[in-house]
């Protein structure tokens, strides 16, 4: 259970997306985003973009439960709640991830090559492109290995048959795509 909750809070705090510009706001030029970066981010929403696996059955099922999860409205424990988290990045390549009560989550380390940025976490290495407009931050990154990873181990299967309705994760299945975005506003 563990793995898969890594699975799903890699989802909530390492991207940060909008869907639309705001009216009138321009985008910062990729050469000044290490510095319109720097401050706290708070966490709005989480879109899956695009989402398929090599058995469509399952990619429906899953593709709910992962939309539920990033939405806040998927019960897996009193004291989790997605929606609370907001992360702040520091001018020295840190990303603090914080709670809604202000306590620190966990802490990520990140750079910036013109638009694209590196995340070293727990879970791994993440490169999403990403881009400023206003307030709303923008990152675009596709999760299909590190997914289709966490999906093959046995503990996660196991957790996954055990939720109600219950998605039983075939041997030779594979995540062909998935693209996740999130909202986030500056603080």
């Known amino acids: 259970m563990k ?3 890594y699975l799903l809070l890699a989802f909530s705090f390492v991207l940060v ?4 510009d705001e009216k009138g706001k321009t985008e910062v030029d ?3 985003l290490s510095t319109a970066i720097v401050g706290t981010w ?3 929403k989480t879109d899956i973009k695009e989402f398929t696996t090599n058995y469509p059955a399952l990619t ?3 593709r709910t439960l992962l939309s539920t999860f990033l939405s806040g409205t998927l019960n897996i424990g009193e004291d989790f709640e997605i929606a609370s988290y907001s992360t702040t990045y520091t001018a020295d390549g840190d990303a603090i991830h914080k709670d809604k009560d202000g306590n620190t989550t966990s802490t990520d380390t990140y750079s910036l090559d013109g638009n ?5 976490s727990a879970l791994g290495t993440q490169t999403p492109t990403i881009s400023i407009t206003g307030t709303k931050l923008t990152m675009n990154l596709d999760f299909k290995d590190l997914a289709t990873s966490m999906l093959s ?3 996660v299967r196991a957790a996954l048959s055990m939720i109600p309705g219950g998605i039983n994760i075939p041997n030779d299945f594979q995540i062909t795509k998935l693209e996740v ?3 986030s506003n500056k603080q």
């Open 3 to 5: 793995k898969l909750l």
């Open 17 to 20: 997306s909008c869907d639309k």
């Open 30 to 32: 990729s050469n000044e």
């Open 42 to 44: 708070v966490y709005e």
């Open 60 to 62: 429906t099922s899953l």
């Open 116 to 120: 694209v940025m590196t995340i070293t």
């Open 153 to 155: 181990d046995s503990q």
């Open 181 to 183: 975005a999130q909202t």
